[in-house]
């Protein structure tokens, strides 16, 4: 399996980063060690079983209180380790639905 055909140019960690991923709806959590990152995706060594874990789409925790986070979906799996993408924001929610005016008060 190949991870160099990323978009974007990636850099690679000596001896990983302490990293956690976590289901979209918070049931489960992952120690990880992130491999390499870029600009669009990781790669991570899962701690444990991934099986009957819904990797479709999970949260990258950068931090371990979770303040730091990417959105994720799995790319590609090969024993331990997992290639990960790194889904957009939805700038959509993050707008602000303008006021509108309601009436004049007397």
């Known amino acids: 399996m190949t991870y160099g055909d990323r978009k974007s ?15 979209i709806d918070g049931t489960w959590r992952r120690k990880c060690m992130m ?16 099986e009957g874990l819904d990797l479709k789409e999970f949260f990258l925790l950068l931090s371990s ?4 986070f990417r959105r994720c979906q799995l790319v590609r799996m090969d024993g331990d380790q997992i290639g990960v993408r790194f ?3 939805d700038r959509a929610a993050k707008k602000s639905p303008k006021r509108q005016p309601t009436g004049e008060l007397a």
């Open 9 to 23: 140019e990636r850099v690679d960690f000596e001896r990983g980063i302490h990293v956690y991923i976590m289901g």
């Open 35 to 50: 491999i390499d990152v870029s600009q669009t995706g990781a790669r991570l060594r899962i701690e444990g079983t991934v």
């Open 65 to 68: 209180t979770g303040l730091a």
């Open 87 to 89: 889904l957009e924001r």
